[in-house]
């Protein structure tokens, strides 16, 4: 067979048989692969043109398989010698895509190569009225570098009241009393007690007891004779068949503890005294009793502002209240064997208020 029909099988075995034969056309000078199949189809010697990287060969629906690039790497039926003019590259009809970008990885990398979108325009701030601006909040006051309480340790103290007369104190009802006993101010006790100290008991009573003064356990419990001191002396009074609920009044000569510098308790002043004796006085007339005991030594002398003692009944005052003086309560609980001498005051006490 002669090369020109081996050229002429070839072009029918690729499919397109003689619609290349376009010798003199505009189409076929201007297309170089044309060309080239056009010579194969005129039997002429056809150059390989070399095939760039990115020229790709589309196949017709008639052929059998892809058709491979045709360039000087793929075999051909004819040997040509290569020519400057067939050293072109065969354009591919469609623009090659760019790779769609793999799903199977999730880089981001296209996200931060991306470009920045442009910030979007801000408003123009609109200006406010004066008078609708708030007021500026004032500057915090600067905190003391030492926190120091001067301020408050330079303070004035405040102002004691002014003693109450003993006038006033003739004229007052119980809740006046007591009132102006907790507020008291006629002796320097005022400034170094803890709370004074009231009177308990029945208020219409038919005995009085009276102490020398309130023992620490006393203010602390803001009770005249409490704990120990004060169940004694409920059942010494019990013994001599009286109601410690309501025939017994208990207080003392003087309301407010008396302490040593050390804080330990003493015995009280003579002015201590005569400042609290109001206070006494205006008890004993609104309890209106008949008998009064005095528990203690200091408590007998204190009461008579004299020499007092044990065994005898002694008056007291214009009213000339009978008086009998024993052992206070906290004597006893120290020597016990002076309970039977006790015993025998209180039934002298019975016996004289009859």
Known sequence: MSQSARNTAFLHEMGV????KLRNGVEAQADPFAAAVQ?????????????????????????????????????????????????????????????????????TAWFDDAPMPPPAPQPAARPVPAAARPAAAPAPAAASEDESTAWFDDAPAPERPEPVSDEAIAAMDW????????????CPLCATRRTAVNGRGAEQARWVAI?????????????????????????????IELQPESDVYVT???????????????????????????FLERELALTSATMAMTFGQFAAKGLMMGPAARGKVMHYGAQQLPVVATYHPDDLLRKPEDKAK??????????SHG
């Open 175 to 186: 809740p006046a009393l007591k009132q102006a006993v907790a507020t008291c101010t006629r």
């Open 252 to 278: 003392n000569l003087v309301k407010c503890r008396p302490t040593t510098p050390e804080g330990d308790d003493r015995t009280p002043g003579a002015d201590e005294v005569l400042a609290c004796r109001p």
């Open 211 to 239: 102490g020398p003064a309130p023992s620490r356990q006393d203010e602390k419990d803001g009770q005249t004779m409490s704990a120990e001191s004060g169940q004694l002396l409920h059942n010494m009074m019990k013994a």
């Open 17 to 20: 048989g003689v619609q290349w």
């Open 39 to 107: 010579a194969l189809a005129d039997g002429e010697p056809v150059m390989d043109a070399p095939v760039q990287q990115d020229a790709v060969v589309v196949a017709t629906p008639a052929m059998a398989a892809p058709a491979a690039p045709l360039s000087h790497a793929a075999p051909s039926p004819v040997e040509a010698p290569s020519s400057p003019a067939a050293q072109q590259p065969i354009p591919s009809p469609a623009a090659p895509r760019a790779p769609a970008p793999s799903l199977d990885d999730d880089s």
């Open 342 to 351: 006790a015993w025998a005051d209180l039934c002298l006490a019975k016996a």
